[in-house]
């Protein structure tokens, strides 16, 4: 299907463990985006990618990894989960950086 | 970092009503984008706008820039259940975007 979609839509992880957030866009967008969203706050940018293999921080980096080897994937990488990164993760894309971004479902996880 | 304030943060309202909601910076927008996100959802574009002092429609939604590119508002008119969402304001960067904290709005039947 044509979009941007995120895996899974759930998760129930332990704290220590190793999780990873999949992101897929059919768009060929130059532009992707990770973002958590807490209750009572807005989106948070987590990293962004202007290209395959360009990577930079946003604002809340510490405790995650990214990678893009591929225009269309941008997989979201929590090392080693801790109780704070329960969130709602929203993965988007966009043409350029300051064009419209486009939101995938979310992945709502949940650390115990 | 630029730094944004939305205002109020909560708003309930009863089908019918007109409502606006705020959006505010210390910075200059080059240009500042609209996003409803509806309950269980990622956020939707709703607008952009670019020039100070412009105004854009959107149906029952009025967007409009401020004239010094600092700040802009929502206005929506006779608001519907529908409507129920938060509402979030976004400047347009290149890359590094920051999102405001969003208006949250119940428009009760």
């Known amino acids: 299907d044509a979009g941007i979609t995120q895996s899974p839509r759930y998760k129930i992880t332990e704290t220590g463990r190793q999780v990873t957030l999949m992101c897929h866009q059919t768009?060929?967008?130059?532009?992707m985006f990770w973002y958590r969203q807490d209750l009572g706050h807005g989106l948070r940018l987590i990293y962004y990618?202007?290209?395959?293999?360009?990577?930079d921080k946003g604002e809340v980096p510490d405790g995650y990894v990214v990678s893009r080897s591929k225009t269309e994937n941008f997989p979201l990488t929590l090392e080693s989960a801790t109780r704070s990164q329960t969130s709602v993760y929203f993965c988007?894309?966009?043409?350029?950086?300051?064009?419209?971004?486009?939101f995938g479902p979310g992945t709502r996880l949940l650390v115990l | 970092t630029q730094l944004l304030e939305q205002s109020p943060q909560f708003l309930s309202i009863q089908e019918g009503e007109n409502l606006t909601v705020y959006c505010n910076s210390s910075?200059?927008?080059?240009?500042l984008q609209w996003y409803r996100q509806e309950p269980g959802e990622g956020p939707v574009l709703l607008v952009t706008?670019?020039?100070?002092?412009e105004v854009k429609k959107l149906k029952r939604l009025t967007f409009q820039f401020g004239d010094a590119r600092k700040d802009s508002s929502l206005h929506i008119t006779a608001a519907q259940p529908g409507d129920t969402g938060l509402y979030l304001c976004?400047?347009?960067?290149?890359?590094?975007?920051?999102f405001g904290d969003g208006t949250t709005l119940t428009v009760k039947p």
């Open positions: 988007a894309s966009s043409a350029s950086g300051s064009e419209t971004q486009y």
């Open positions: 768009w060929s967008h130059s532009y």
């Open positions: 990618s202007a290209a395959a293999d360009i990577t």
């Open positions: 910075s200059v927008f080059s240009s």
């Open positions: 706008v670019v020039t100070g002092g």
């Open positions: 976004a400047p347009t960067n290149a890359g590094k975007s920051t």
